[in-house]
């Protein structure tokens, strides 16, 4: 027998008010570590999303608007780029790379990003960091061969219409190695937004796309993007646009392109820099200059999402004082508690006392009575957060395709479950005062 | 030469407020090692409240009380607490069984608060309780008939080998047949621990069970007699 049997004799004595209140606490600790964990990992996947370039180049209203719809998706880029103004913006620049990028389809409700080779050579989804497969292989030129085609005649133009898929996309469609599919033209964004063919949307049925890869997560937009080679999304517009003019025509190739139908959306720079290193001295100038085409907008990644940061800082704070109301308001649920069992628990007081259990001793035993509820709710907080993570996790990816790790940090876990069980011996101060102020003789007097 | 007193009472007054008349008023009181008293009064002849004062429950407003030789209003705050818990022991008329504990923790209780060392706790207490017939020591007290809770109460009084016992109308709650059998366990029990017993009753059928008997009002110093209560402590 010891003070913790006596504590736990009292808490399964009134165990609808204990489970109550862990409840509560459970609650607000869950609450407080999702929001926590969301911010920072959102913070963290939101800064990750411009991996290593350092500008991107559009024709959007505005910089954040601009990393919002190039980098994390948010909806096709309204205004593109001919082929000719990207060479043009480009041409005599220190540049490490220009990647073009086209936006605008979409699979099952995930983006399409058609692009170049380059754009798993050069683009790293974070600084320093390579794409890697789960299973496949990445983008080719169109003269290189299809190692799984060896030793068959090749396919014309088959490089055009391979896809390469992000993990969350891969989750989200099925779709595995081998698959094909046909995309669609638009977004469901797109489509929300008043796209008149947002009813019917458009397939592109005449062109199959086959999966020749599957990526590793990279904690970034691109995980729900399916990634294919810019000619394909060259020639399936232009066939659309064709058909217009001549509904008899079966297909189309790169060499009926013409000059309006290769057309970008946006462009991925990172200017030359030291071999190791993310700072380049022609970045200042490079920016400056690309900023003078008054046809383009230009955005520095990092410095939009910072912006974004700021203007969302306010909810953020508010969130969070929400979070820690309702863990202060579970500590208050426990002195209510607490302080309520003390009429029904005088006798039982008395009697300790009786026994020779000091005043002192009494008071420790309601704090560390508090101090078990707070931890009892501590530990269920954590397992349900652990929960409540993968599911917002889950939403977030599939919503805004944000990708964050659905696991809660231990030393914030640990913080939060010691701020949990210190703010709940605090609430047990009271009712621990009032249980040591009890009057022996009076509480010993025969019921009725 | 006979061994010194268990309790020894000299000059004890007691009141409500500073103004108030004397609720006790008592010139003296000895009970030797081993001796049973019952100490008979009508009701509000301040009968518990001298209980509590032996305790140490209640501040006497003048006089002293010996307990095993120590004089125990001059003991304060934790040190009051551990000597009651290791010379006196209490049994109330409503057993006063702690709700959630069962018969042998509601005994191991007691010894928490005792020097005897925790490992011999729950063998003690289980001894005890077999020593006084009680079979069922892990069921909770409102699952034992009424004179088996008794039984428990006794058992928890005696735990730690008090010098004394005090026992505040331990068959008030008994029909006669039950209240003869509760006293004798009572008695039986403080003998065989050669613990003494004061005992309050108002039953005056009491009396022929006890070598000495007190009247409470037989023995006031005089002044006005008042309906008892409890002491501010």
Same mark, same amino acid.
């Given at each position: ?363 420790? *035993? &309601? ?7 707070? /931890?009892?709710? @501590?530990? #269920? %907080?954590?397992?349900? !957060? $652990? ?24 030393? *914030? &876990? ?7 069980? /210190?703010?709940? @011996?605090? #609430? %047990?101060?009271?009712? !621990? $005062? ?15 | ?233």
């Amino acid at each position: 027998m010891t003070d913790l049997t006596i504590i736990l004799r009292s808490l399964r004595v009134r165990l609808f008010s204990t489970a109550t209140t862990v409840l509560s606490v459970a609650v607000a600790v869950a609450l407080l570590l999702v929001l926590l964990l969301m911010r920072d990992a959102s913070h963290q996947a939101f800064a990750r999303g411009g991996g290593n370039m350092h500008l991107l180049v559009s024709r959007d209203s505005s910089p954040l608007v601009s990393v919002l719809n190039g980098i994390f998706y948010a909806n096709p880029p309204p205004r593109p780029i001919t082929w000719a103004e990207y060479e043009r913006i480009t041409g005599n620049l220190p540049l490490e790379y220009a990647i073009p990028t086209q936006q605008g389809d979409s699979y099952l409700g995930q983006p399409v990003l058609a692009t170049l080779p380059n754009f798993f050579t050069e683009f790293q989804p974070g600084e320093g960091e390579q794409w890697q497969l789960a299973s496949g292989r990445f983008l080719r030129g169109p003269t290189d061969p299809a190692p799984e085609d060896a030793g068959n005649p090749p396919i014309p133009e088959a490089h055009a219409f391979e896809v390469v898929v992000g993990a969350a996309a891969a989750k989200a469609t099925g779709l595995r190695l081998g698959d094909t599919l046909h995309l669609t033209h638009g977004t469901s964004q797109s489509r929300q937004l008043g796209d008149p063919n947002a009813m019917q949307p458009h397939v592109h049925r005449e062109f199959t796309y086959r999966v020749v890869g599957v990526l590793k997560p990279t904690g970034t937009p691109h995980d729900r993007a399916l990634i294919t080679h810019l000619d394909g999304g060259w020639i399936i517009h232009a066939h659309d646009r064709r058909k217009i003019d001549d509904p008899s025509i079966k297909t189309t190739m790169m060499a009926d392109l013409l000059e309006r139908d290769k057309l970008i959306t946006g462009i991925y720079v990172r200017v030359l820099t030291r071999r190791g290193s993310d700072v380049s001295a022609s970045l200042p100038p490079v920016f400056a200059k690309l900023r003078s085409d008054p046809s383009i907008t230009v955005a520095q990644p990092l410095q939009q999402m910072n912006t974004l940061f700021r203007i969302i800082g306010n909810v953020d704070w508010i969130l969070r004082a929400m979070a820690v109301v309702v863990l202060v308001s579970s500590g208050v649920g426990i002195m209510l508690a607490l302080y309520n069992s003390m009429t029904e628990r005088r006798r039982q007081i008395a009697v300790l006392r009786v026994l020779g259990c000091t005043q002192g001793r009494i008071f420790s *035993l &309601v704090v560390t009575e508090a101090a078990m509820i707070g /931890l009892a709710g @501590a530990i #269920a %907080g954590i397992l349900l !957060a $652990l929960v409540g993570v993968q599911v917002v996790a889950q939403i977030l990816r599939q919503e805004i395709g944000l990708s964050i790790p659905p696991a809660l940090a231990p030393e *914030l &876990v640990l913080s939060v479950g010691i701020g949990a069980v /210190l703010l709940a @011996a605090l #609430a %047990g101060v009271i009712p !621990a $005062l009032l249980a040591y102020r009890t009057p022996v003789a009076n509480n010993l007097k025969p019921i009725g | 030469m006979s061994p010194p007193p268990v309790l020894t009472i000299s000059n004890l007054r007691a009141r409500f407020t500073p103004s108030g008349p004397w609720i006790v008023d008592l010139p003296e009181l000895s009970l030797a090692q081993g001796e049973q008293v019952l100490l008979t009064g009508g009701s509000g002849t301040g009968k518990s409240t001298l209980l509590h004062l032996i305790a140490g429950l209640l501040d006497p407003a003048e006089g002293r009380i010996n307990i095993a030789g120590r004089h125990i209003h001059a003991l304060r705050g934790p040190a009051r607490d551990h000597f009651r818990g290791r010379h006196i022991g209490m049994i109330f008329q409503t057993f006063n069984l702690l709700a959630g504990f069962s018969a042998l923790e509601n005994v191991m209780v007691a010894l928490m608060f005792s020097d005897i060392p925790r490992a011999e706790h729950a063998d003690r207490a289980a001894k005890l309780l077999a020593a006084l017939g009680i079979e069922r020591q892990d069921a909770p007290p409102e699952e034992l008939s009424v004179g088996q809770q008794q039984r428990v109460a006794v058992a928890r009084a005696l735990a730690c080998g008090p010098e004394l016992v005090l026992a505040d109308e331990p068959t008030a709650s008994l029909d006669p047949e039950n209240a003869a059998a509760a006293i004798d366990l009572i008695q039986s029990a403080c003998r065989s621990q050669n613990a003494a017993l004061l005992c309050v009753s108002h039953d005056p059928s009491m009396q022929s069970r006890f070598q000495r008997t007190l009247n409470l009002k037989d023995l006031r110093r005089g002044g006005p007699l008042v309906p008892s209560g409890f002491l501010a402590q």
